[in-house]
């Protein structure tokens, strides 16, 4: 359903050799992958490999130097349609909850956002209380929430409206980036457990960036590694343990105990 092919991005950056001189820095390189109905494909890679500049040509925001995105068979930079496409079918959830929600909005003005959208899109009357009602529901918050400013909730709650938004427009798929990288452990798998949820019942495909292996393999069925703007590694989650790939074994022994004689006699 959603596709990448050969995708490069390079930014310019000034020389300091020559006063009016640049050069460009690539940040991806032949960057590939294909995202199937129904599924959630990770992103992994440690800061400054390319994740969210990835993020943002997937979603949209960030025309590609060369290689091409596609949806349904659709391109999306080659026209207007192919991006009108891709705003119909994608939605984004930000790590940065507080910033993403606009603190002067109640949660009832963050999630009308998302059905604004909808109503336009979809050229039908919704009945805004009854759906803020219900997509709160969904998020696992009552509905006395909706009055509430996102100062009065907590990182956990606040990212739970984000997803509620991202959610009331009927997308296909959602595109979440280090959505829960500032949550504490508990809090994470909470909302992991809330993704995994929604994804059935929504019947939702998901494209996870983060840079923490351990969420992958909660989450995920397929997963990318990508090291300084390349792809190193591309498999299904259950055959992580396989890779031969060397970026992905470091950072699989990161997180796994290996069963060592100096461990037996700690
Ligand atoms: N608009 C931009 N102009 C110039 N360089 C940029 C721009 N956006 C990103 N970069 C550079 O591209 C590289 C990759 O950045 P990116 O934000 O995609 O990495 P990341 O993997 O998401 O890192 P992090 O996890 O720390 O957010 C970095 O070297 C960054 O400085």
Do not use: W
Not at 2 to 22: M, N
Not at 56 to 69: Q, S, W
Not at 89 to 109: C, G, M, W
Not at 212 to 224: A, G, H, K, M, Q
């Amino acid at each position: 359903m959603l596709q990448l092919d050969k995708v490069c991005v390079s930014f310019r950056s000034e020389r300091q050799d020559k006063i009016f001189g640049h050069t460009r820095q690539q940040v991806l390189f032949d960057v590939s992958l294909k995202v199937k109905k129904g599924t959630c494909l990770g992103i992994l890679g440690e800061s400054g490999s390319g994740k969210s500049t990835m993020g943002r040509v997937i979603c949209g925001l960030l025309k590609p130097d060369t290689g091409e995105v596609m949806i349904d068979g659709t391109s999306v930079y080659a026209s207007r349609k192919g991006r009108k496409e891709l705003q119909n079918k994608l939605s984004v959830v930000f790590q940065d909850y507080t910033t993403s929600a606009n603190p002067r909005f109640r949660v009832s003005d963050v999630i009308k956002e998302g059905l604004f959208v909808r109503q336009r899109r979809e050229k039908e009357k919704l009945q805004y209380e009854k759906e803020i009602k219900k997509l709160l529901e969904l998020v696992g918050l009552s509905e006395d929430f909706a009055d509430r400013f996102p100062h009065e909730l907590s990182g956990g709650q606040l990212q739970r409206v984000c997803i509620a938004r991202a959610v009331s427009c009927n997308p296909q798929i959602v595109l979440f980036d280090e959505a829960i990288s500032s949550l504490d452990a508990h809090t994470q798998v909470q909302i992991m457990d809330l993704l995994l949820e929604l994804k059935e019942k929504l019947q939702l495909t998901y494209i996870f960036i983060t840079h923490d292996l351990t969420s992958i393999t909660y989450l995920c069925d397929d997963v990318l590694f990508l090291y300084q703007g390349h792809v190193t590694e591309y498999l299904p989650v259950d055959k992580i343990s396989q890779t031969k790939d060397q970026y992905a074994r470091k950072l699989l022994e990161s997180i796994i105990v290996f069963d060592t004689e100096e461990a037996k006699t700690v």
